[in-house]
């Protein structure tokens, strides 16, 4: 693309930085900032800027918050003892979505990825498997995405847990409710019918 | 969506006010930022704020540029008696790609569009028409969008403009090269019948 301004240029150059926007795409967010208000664009870079500069992450579970210890694990009525290990804050939000949980979690901030060149010490793993051996943990739950990577940060995890008595967990895999049988992958249908569960348990509400 | 930290929904917040970003996109873009370097933060905010504040228009054409006078209007080489009518800085691009004109451009910045609010004032109109009444202007091609909008600003112009004795053309509108006929919509292949050119036009190579 030939730009007939380096300030454009560059602009749409940092925008398309960011992961699934194209330079076609960082031209029309770009273009458009320029339609609007000026203060449109302040509020953005502000808000970017101060973000970046000034979040804090809670000191237990390493979820994004703008205090030491996040509201979940500052709540005296969670469980303590249930520990839900995660990639990111995003998948917090979610489980916290279902109103299913009340334990905490574990934040680790990415996957095992040799590929992308993320070992476990880029990751929260230490800060996990210290709580789990200083004890008053009596189950881990992992709820890592089901890909080669987070079953490795899954298994790399456990093998240092697995002697200090703990109890393990995974998140159940299989149709998602409301899915047709038929269009359902082959290794999730396999992986729901080893892993069933007792008909009166798929009888209570969520 | 629940966010465990005002900063964070802050920044998701502005990043979502920009054209075809959710605030799922948003998260996911500003959770890039937090997990790149701070200074990829600072570029982007940099950029951003340096292009809305010191972006400058050509004052002849309005297309976007650096210099007083942008780059197509001060070559010589330029035949400025021939005015392509477009949009935005997008289109003077992608027809500058085809390296088939050798005219000058004038941006519009915009399309009539009374649902939006955007009239004949708030778009590079006047210019225009000064430019044509002051003569030395022999052709002037709309190439704006086929859509409503696009259609009533040609057509605004052209009023403004029919009595100068200017030629007015309008690109052609067809089937686009490459295409198959059945595919194509009803009103683009009538309008390619009404408007079909002389054979011999058509082994013009490109």
Redo the contacts between chains.
Sequence with gaps: ????????E??V???S?????GKR?A?????????QP?E?????????????????F?KNCH????IEV???CANPSRNYKIICVVE???D??AI??TGQFRGIYHVL??KISPIDGIGPSQLNVASLVEKVKAGNVEEIIFALSSTMEGDTTNFYIYKQIKDSGVTTSSIARGISVGDELEYADEVTLGRSIVNRIPFENSLRNI
Tied chains: 1, 2.
């Design positions: 693309m030939e730009f007939s301004s380096k300030l454009l560059k602009a150059s940092e925008m930085q960011l992961p699934g926007i795409t031209l029309r967010l770009v273009l458009h900032l320029l339609k000026k449109q664009t302040d509020f953005l870079t502000q808000a970017l800027t101060n973000m970046r500069n000034d979040i804090k809670c979820n994004i918050s703008d996040c509201e979940i990111d804050v995003r917090v939000m916290e979505n901030g990415g």
